[in-house]
């Protein structure tokens, strides 16, 4: 077997995914526990503002990064954002489903980690949308400037109890 940078035995595809899953999960608790920071101190409208801030920069470095890492270029349509969507970090520990309705991409989360812990600790949904707008249309926006974002349903919206959001995306 060969060698890796840190001197190690390179990894099987199954222990590169399982870390892959714990880095995404790592994140995903760190993003939750600064969001719990933030609002202790100044609120929950605040810590809404500022995750919207931080998910509009992220969005738009975690799709230009996907898409250097698959070879995709801008302006791909689609089809393209479909593949960024499967490569996102949150790929690896939620459950969601992509489907073609009407030429439109439809990204919907079947089991969202966020809003499943809260309800196993029987608190509220997160009311995620704004954030969710930030975060889908700067994906949308990186990928192809051409795709419109739009929110089919996201909390605090209505929302079916097998799903928690979903994402509409067209070409303009």
Known sequence: MGVNRLGKEELTREELLALATAYARSWLAHDGLWFLAVESELGTEKAIELDRKAWADFAVIEAKRIMQARGIEPGGGLEAL?????????????????????????????????????????????LCKSVGMVEFGGIARTVDERIKTECIACPPDRHPTEKFCAWRFTIK
Request: proline content about 2%.
């Open 82 to 126: 479909e593949e960024v969507l499967d490569h996102r970090m949150y790929a690896f520990i939620n459950e969601y489903e992509n489907v073609w309705e009407d030429g439109a991409l439809i990204h919907r989360m079947i089991d969202c980690r966020v809003q499943s812990a809260r309800r196993r600790k029987n608190l509220p949904d997160f």
